[in-house]
T-cell receptor, first 110, second 114 residues
């Protein structure tokens, strides 16, 4: 699986959009970009994934650059409950295991 | 649906003791996983079971054994606990399809080995 690079921490004001970047310059054509988050002391939670098109669901939007070397997870209206560690993971579609890095600690403040 | 459940939630062991961590899922998933998370670290895969009747080693399998009891249940056993195994253990399950393999995680078991 391709390696990813994320900033160790980010801050966001409550109600504003949180934009979390991820670099994956060695991504292969058959690898997907997955995002998970982990709220303190809880198990990781799936957020969204995509191959090359932008994706949106009830939780977030995923923007993948045309060359697929980077992506951005967008939480459109961050709340205090979105404070968590966010993991960007690149992996082959279908069966493969998840490899977690250290992620980005997002702190949402009032 | 309860999703993925784990028991116990907390456990304290003495060095050399044994114990089994239990995991069950009610989503009819074929694949199940065990991870450990040490303070300030990401998750590391211990063992996984791609389907009922199969198990494979992950990144950090030493000191652990697993049993895929049936499609719902996947247990993790520590035969002789060591302080280095103090960690939070997460179980997960997934259903594999083309282009997708979303893993769903349990709440974790917090294990301390003295």
């Amino acid at each position: 699986d391709a390696k990813t690079t994320q900033p160790p921490s980010m801050d966001c004001a409550e109600g504003r959009a949180a934009n979390l970047p991820c670099n994956h310059s060695t991504i292969s054509g058959n690898e997907y970009v997955y995002w998970y988050r982990q709220i303190h002391s809880q198990g990781p939670q799936y957020i969204i994934h995509g191959l090359k098109n932008n994706e949106t669901n009830e939780m977030a939007s995923l923007i993948i650059t045309e060359d697929r070397k980077s992506s951005t997870l967008i939480l459109p209206h961050a709340t205090l409950r979105d404070t968590a560690v966010y993991y960007c993971i690149v992996r082959v579609g279908g069966y493969s295991t998840l490899t977690f890095g250290k992620g980005t600690m997002l702190l949402v403040s009032p | 649906n309860a999703g993925v459940t784990q028991t116990p939630k907390f456990q304290v062991l003495k060095t050399g003791q044994s114990m089994t961590l239990q995991c069950a899922q009610d989503m009819n998933h074929n694949s199940m996983y065990w991870y450990r998370q040490d303070p300030g670290m990401g998750l590391r895969l211990i063992y996984y079971s791609a389907s009922e009747g199969t198990t494979d080693k992950g990144e950090v399998p030493n000191g652990y054994n697993v049993s895929r009891l049936n499609k719902r249940e996947f247990s993790l056993r520590l035969e002789s606990a060591a302080p280095s195994q103090t960690s939070v253990y997460f179980c997960a399950s997934s259903e594999v399809g083309y282009g997708t393999d979303t893993q769903y995680f349990g709440p974790g078991t917090r294990l301390t080995v003295l």
